[in-house]
Structures are given as C-alpha cells and as structure tokens.
C-alpha cells in the first residue's frame, strides 16, 4: 500500500455506516416533513383560499421547487466535495438544509403576511433543495469509497435506508401530531413541531460527521494531483452519457416514491375519505417494506451485479402501474395497502443499488459532482412535477393515468439500466470510468 493511504487516519466500518446512515435520514426527514405538510396543510396555509383543487396545485408546484434547485446544490457542493474533500462539503449541506427546515417553522401563513409567505415559503423550500442536492452524492461516496472489498453495494446501502428511515420518522411524528391535536390546532401551529424539531436532529448529524476523515478515494486523488479546477465542466464535457444513464435510472425510484407518498396522501384523504392518521399509519407500514427492500436490493447487487437487480426492479415497477386503478382506488383499505406496500417496496428494490452504481460510473475526481448530478437530474425527470401531473391526470382521466404514467417512467429506467454495463468490479481508487456500452 503507497505511504499517502498508509499514513493516512481511515474511518471504522462502524463509523463510517453510522455517519452516511444519520445524516441523510435527518436530511431526508427535513425534506419528507415539506412532502407530508404539502399533501396536507401547505394549500390552505399558504394560499388564496380560491379552491381545494387550486391551492392542492399551488401546494404541489412549490414542493416540485426543491427538486429544481437540488441539481444547483449537486454543483456548488460537488465542486468543494471534489476540490477539498468529502467532510467539509457534508458538514456544510446538513447545515443548509438544518437552517432552510427550521426557518419553516417560524414562517408566518398567508393570512398574516398575504403574498409574502408563499414567496419565502418557496425560497425556504430552494434551500432545502440546495442541501439535499450536496447531501446524497456526498453520503454515498463516504460509504462507498470506505467500504471493504466486495461489499461496496452494501455499504452504499447505508445512505439509501437513510430515505426511508426519515420518511418513517417524518410520517410517524405527524401521525403522533394528528392523534393528539384537532385538525385546528394542526393547521394553526402544530405543524410547525417537525420543522422545529429538525434542529435538534441537525446538531446530533453534525457531530457525528465532525469525526469523520476523508476517505482512501479523496486521499489518492490529492496525493497525485488528479483534481481538476472545474468539475462540473469536466462532468458534463467527458462523462455527460453517465450522467444521463444514471439519471434516467433513478426516475422509477422518485415516480413510485412521490406518487405513492404525496399524491397517494392527498388523494387517499381528499377523494377516498381516509383520515389524516389512518392513511399515514398505512404509509408508516408500507415504507418498512420499503427499508427491507433497500437492504435486500443492495445485498443483491453485490451477489448479482447492479445491472440485474435493477433490471428486474424496473420490470416489476411497469407492471405495477397497472394496480393503481384497482387496489388505490378500491377505496378498501386493506388493497390500498396492500398498494402502498408493493409500490414502496418495488422503490426500495429498485434505489438499493444505486448507492453502489452512480458512485462506480465516475472518476474519483468529479465522481461527487458527477453521482450527484445524476441523482438530482433523476429528481427532476421523475419527482419535481410527479404530484402536480397525477394531480391533473386523476382530474382528466382517474387514476388508472395515473398508473400509466409510473409505468412509464418505469420503463424509461429500464431502458437506461439496459443501456449500461455491470460496475460490480469496478475500483474507486481508479481514476478511469466506465464507458457507457
């Protein structure tokens, strides 16, 4: 081993699972809390009371926002991940997005402040897509590029149960809210009670990652001088097929995600007549499928290869567009469970290799910018409109286009999937890529 990697202070596994597991799930429950408050409380708190169906749109257009600012975050922390190091970029995106979340909670509602606090509301929520953009790429390279060998896809899982940890911790701490307050108190200052709380989460994050040391990876790349002076030009001027392929394969995960969350949530209160607590009691049991699928996913991939596991992932994703209609909106809540469970599940399949392949198809010296971009584009393509488009294909057609349209994206990751070669052997501490094949 050369004397740089040799000399060099490394990470514990412990320590190393530990910190890209907690960080992106108090990221991810910041970020979750928005999508939960968005399908409940944001319309009538933060808009002109025209109709339910107007301030739903205007709700869902504002949770759409973060998504477009997450790939300006993949950028501005991809360039400092690159240029000085992993630590000090993912100390500095879980303060962004600390600090965003927190100040939600103190915002004042339309009625005090009339336009005002839609447009705060929207710049709050930016910042929070600012953080989340740096984060994930960030997470993913501290695990994968600690882990040992063989078990990159399982160490790259840490940061993906990291999502459903803070969705489940998010819906959970709403639920409580629901149980113990009216639907009055929530709307006048309940809500504010995770937004607030997410400082505490914060500070416990910060600690944890203020211990870390950068990874044998980032070392190499300094001690042999491999950095470059702009890596988001470098990215886009000789590894933009990676950056499409990666992206177009995370948009099953964001569709079935946000479809089944956001959309799910807001149509299963306001056209099936659940109530607020008994709907999130069924996502809180549907997002544990979606943990457990994480974990086999990416234990998987390292037996099979990425490729295979999502492939299969993806097929699975297709067909399962075509039960919206029957099981959602059965109106039965043992189908619509049952409905929550396999979509979240079929998104836990298909996102567990991801922290193991996005990491892979990139050099060490723009592989945070590269994989984060990637992942934040994938946001867009699938995420940032997917509630609002369902929103108006339930109102045009119902939910069987609603259905369609998860096939659909399911279908363009399948064929980004299939467009890539297997990564499984590839090392981190080579500076050369994967061609797209």
């Not at 319309?43 to 009371?49: E, L, Q």
């Not at 600012?69 to 997005?97: N, Q």
């Not at 950095?227 to 000789?238: D, G, T, Y």
């Not at 409109?385 to 294909?393: G, K, S, Y």
Request: glycine content about 10%; overall charge positive.
């Amino acid at each position: 081993m050369t004397t740089y990697l040799a000399d060099a202070p490394t990470n514990s596994p412990t320590r190393v699972a530990v910190a890209s597991f907690i960080g992106t799930a108090i990221e991810f429950f910041d970020f979750y809390i928005f999508a939960t408050m968005a399908a409940l409380f944001i319309g009538p708190i933060f808009f002109p009371k025209e109709s339910s169906t107007a301030q739903a749109l205007s709700a869902f257009v504002t949770f759409g926002i973060a998504f477009l600012a997450r790939p300006i975050g993949s950028a501005l922390f991809g360039h400092f991940g690159d240029r000085i190091g992993r630590k000090t970029t993912l100390v500095a995106s879980l303060m962004v997005m600390g600090i965003s979340t927190t100040l939600i909670g103190f915002l004042p509602g339309y009625d005090s402040i009339g336009t005002l606090a839609p447009i705060l509301l929207c710049v709050l929520r930016f910042g929070q897509g600012i953080g989340l953009g740096g984060e994930w790429g960030g997470a993913t390279l501290l695990a994968t590029e600690n882990a040992p060998p063989g078990k990159r896809g399982w160490f790259g899982m840490f940061p993906q149960i990291g999502p459903s940890i803070g969705f489940l911790c998010a819906n959970g701490l709403f639920f409580g809210l629901a149980l113990c307050l009216s639907d009055d108190q929530l709307k006048s200052w309940g809500w504010r009670i995770p937004f607030i709380f997410s400082a505490v989460l914060v500070i416990v994050g910060l600690y944890v990652r203020l211990k870390l040391h950068e990874s044998p990876a980032f070392m190499k790349a300094i001690a042999q001088n491999e950095r470059v002076k702009a890596p988001i030009l470098e990215v886009f001027a000789k590894h933009f097929a990676p950056i499409m392929q990666g992206a177009f394969s995370m948009v099953v995960c964001y569709a079935l995600f946000y479809i089944t969350t956001v959309f799910s949530l807001s149509y299963g209160v306001t056209h099936l007549h659940f109530t607020k607590p008994e709907f999130l009691a069924l996502l809180c049991l549907a997002v544990v499928f979606m943990a457990l699928a994480t974990l086999l996913s990416a234990w998987l991939s390292d037996k099979w290869g990425r490729r295979p596991v999502l492939l299969l992932g993806t097929v699975l994703a297709i067909i399962s567009g075509f039960t919206m209609g029957p099981l959602l909106g059965s109106g039965v809540t043992v189908l619509v469970g049952l409905f929550l469970c396999i979509e979240l599940f079929l998104m836990g399949f298909t996102f567990g290799p991801m922290g193991a392949l996005l990491p892979e198809i990139f050099p060490t010296n723009v592989r945070y910018t590269g994989a984060s971009l990637a992942y934040n584009i994938g946001g867009i393509i699938g995420a940032s409109i997917a509630p609002f488009i369902a929103q108006v294909l339930v109102e045009k057609g119902g939910l069987d286009w609603v259905g369609y349209y998860v096939s659909i994206a399911a279908l363009l990751s399948f064929l980004a999937v299939l467009s890539m070669k297997e990564t499984r052997s590839v090392s981190l501490l080579d500076a050369a890529a994967i061609k797209a094949g």
